[in-house]
């Protein structure tokens, strides 16, 4: 037996972690960052409010998510906006499939030159959509068709992006629509948290990162299954497909319900964590760091396990 087969300790035995030192803040959900990846920017702004909360559960911080800042802007021309509380989300909502292919993107990059070099691009998204379009999608892909309030949404939202960084583990919940309830909650930023495991086997001692849902298909097991390398996977595996919608069911609430709908949250935008992997080549015989996927880490793993179960992390977000 492997850790492979075997579950969890959390997920075996259904208890949590517990840590003498926490630190926790109060945070703030984004609306106004949400607003900008509602339905293409199809809703006009006088609007948004209503929409964030007849669709609350669609935007909402849930407990135990994987919370992300985003009160910097990854461009020095956008505004970074500066409050009480840090700014968070745990969603990208309805973010456009260019821009999470930007995204994808962006992350790829294994050194700091290239990382950067694309923020420098996008920055100039408005004046050179066309370069930066060339610089998402290599010829082997399909660009997805754009009408001119498409290309609009999608410059406005690229030049936005945030200079996401891990705020934490979320503590309780809170609501992107101040019509809805409190739109702050308590993010534990650091010690040691009981979490959902993403879609790679994780092991004790691992450099924890956080991906969004999306990018799962840019990893692949490499030399041991599950691991996460980063690699094109292709399709993600079909044994664990069953076990992924069965634990969002729980957490997230996706499954069939009564009653009037409040929105479900879309999994495929979430925010998920795996073990930190460095980036091989040749066949596997060279390996080195990962730019893109080591300015991601934000953890240390205490007690591992297969996909989608519960592990045990130590958070560092203030040491990372």
């Known amino acids: 037996m492997s850790l492979h087969d075997m579950p969890s300790i959390g997920t075996a035995t259904g208890t949590r972690v517990d840590s003498a030192a926490k630190h926790i803040m109060a945070c703030k959900v984004d609306s106004h960052q949400l607003a900008r990846w509602i339905l293409g920017g199809n809703v006009q702004y006088g609007d948004v409010n209503s929409y964030l ?6 935007w909402c911080m849930h407990k135990d ?26 969603t990208a909502g309805e973010m456009h499939t260019f821009t999470k292919d930007a995204i994808s993107h962006l992350y790829a990059q294994p050194t700091a030159s290239d990382f950067f070099g ?48 891990c705020q934490g583990v979320a503590l309780g919940q809170a ?22 495991n993403g879609h790679f086997t994780m092991h004790t001692g691992d450099e924890v990162q956080w991906y969004f849902d999306w990018e799962a298909t840019k990893f692949n097991g490499g030399m041991s299954a599950h691991n996460g390398f980063r690699a ?22 996706t499954g069939p319900s009564y009653g009037k ?34 300015v991601r880490i934000f953890a240390k793993c205490i007690s591992g396990g297969r996909p989608f179960d519960m592990v045990d992390i130590m958070l560092m977000t203030q040491s990372t």
């Not at 909360?53 to 669609?58: D, G």
């Not at 379009?133 to 939202?157: A, G």
Request: with cysteine.
């Open 232 to 253: 094109n996977l292709g399709e993600k595996r079909k044994d664990i497909k069953r076990k992924h919608a069965y634990v969002d069911q729980r957490l997230f609430g």
């Open 53 to 58: 909360h007849n669709s609350k559960m669609k």
């Open 175 to 196: 609501w992107a629509s101040y019509l809805s309830g409190d739109t702050v909650a308590s993010v534990l930023v650091g010690g040691m948290v009981t979490v959902q």
């Open 261 to 294: 709908s409040m929105g479900q949250k879309d999994t495929s935008t979430v925010v998920r964590i795996k073990s930190y992997r460095m980036h091989t080549k040749d066949e596997g015989l060279v390996f080195f760091d990962h730019f893109g996927d080591k």
């Open 65 to 90: 998510e994987i919370v992300l800042n985003t009160t910097k802007k990854i461009s020095p021309t956008a505004d970074s906006f500066s409050k009480a509380y840090p700014l968070v989300v745990s």
């Open 118 to 165: 694309t923020i420098q691009n996008y920055a100039q998204v408005s004046r050179n959509f066309d370069d930066v379009k060339n610089l998402v999608y290599s010829d082997s892909q399909s660009l997805p068709t754009l009408t001119e309030e498409d290309k609009e949404c999608v410059k406005s939202q690229v030049s936005t992006l945030p200079d996401f960084r």
